[in-house]
């Protein structure tokens, strides 16, 4: 990968994010992070719900989805 497509942290340039904080209860995130297993991380799986829930909505296409989609039965294929 040519260096002008690789930030100062090492990774690959992708869209610009917005940093922000959300605070659950730890039930909650106990849950959610359970619920996250099958995602490389609970950002991932915010995005996935967010992203689903835009799709289901029509407010994104599909097409423009950022998170890979995730197979609800847990096959790793």
């Known amino acids: 990968m040519p260096m002008d497509k690789v930030n100062k942290g090492g990774r690959p340039a992708s869209e610009p994010t917005s940093v922000r904080s959300i605070r659950l ?3 909650l995130w106990k849950l959610v992070s ?4 099958g995602n490389r991380s609970v950002n991932e799986y915010f995005l996935s719900l967010v992203e689903n ?3 289901r909505k029509k407010t994104l296409k599909n097409a423009s989805r950022r998170s890979p989609v995730t197979s609800t039965l847990g096959d790793k294929s």
């Open 53 to 55: 829930e835009l799709i």
């Open 25 to 27: 209860p730890d039930r």
């Open 34 to 37: 359970a619920a996250s297993k």
